[in-house]
């Protein structure tokens, strides 16, 4: 008798309507690895959240951060020259003869450099006092008053600061009291000098204008920038320049020769004549 004939299987149901795919089998039944993404494009790596950026990895600091980064770091500035300064006369050998006539005074005009910086603090008294009477019973000063000031670009969106410290009075051995100034603030603090001292005479100028690079580490970030100085019979000062540009700057990249010129335009508007 035959077999009773079979009765076909209902097909199975599927979500979406399709069966679900078998990975292609290669040899021995083993699945093909992932084939490449077309035209050599590599599928994006995942990121984890919280991490938009790959591990180690930081964005460079924006134009605003870079402003706090300067800013921060001028009082350091400020302290820093001013302890430079303090050793300025403390040279030479203990006379009461020979000091030139008191002909000459440093001021602190409303701006500097043609009006590029206007003058934001008067540093004068409250960072001066310790300098004038450390300087007062040096070898080589008399009648010393300190001029210290701080100055902030004009233009706007200009960031920055320029630093003025400086004495006047009677002096002596103004070569050895200038090379002083460089060597008390690349010696003070966190400044690392990276171009060691050379003197300049812009302009043909028979003032000797004596100049250095600095580096200071803040918040991850070096700073560099230049200082100059000058000294002479009545005066004698540094000037530091801090711009955004400072933030990460190479050495080799500061133009010492210019800003020895921008230091002996600065000596001309805030040294004044005694009436």
Sequence with gaps: ???PPQQ???EPQYPYGRPPQPPHQGAYGQPYPPQPQPYGQQPYPQQQYGQPYPAGWQPPPSPKSRVGLVLGIVGG???LVVVGAVGLWAVGTQSTSGFPEAEYRLTLPDTVLDGEYELAKDLSHPS?????EEAEGAWDARDVKATIGQYTPLADG?????IVSGMYGRFKNTDAARDNMLK???EAGTIT????????TPGGSDITISCQVVAQKRAGSEITYPICAWADGNTGASIAELTGASVGQDAEDVDVEAFAERTLQVRSEIRQ???
């Design 184 to 186: 008390g603030a690349g």
């Design 193 to 200: 000098v990276v171009v060691p001292p050379a003197d300049y």
């Design 128 to 132: 001066g006092r310790q300098l004038e």
């Design 273 to 275: 004549r005694i009436s």
């Design 8 to 10: 076909p299987q209902p």
């Design 158 to 162: 200009a960031e920055g600061a320029l």
């Design 1 to 3: 008798m035959p077999p």
């Design 77 to 79: 500035v400020v302290a």
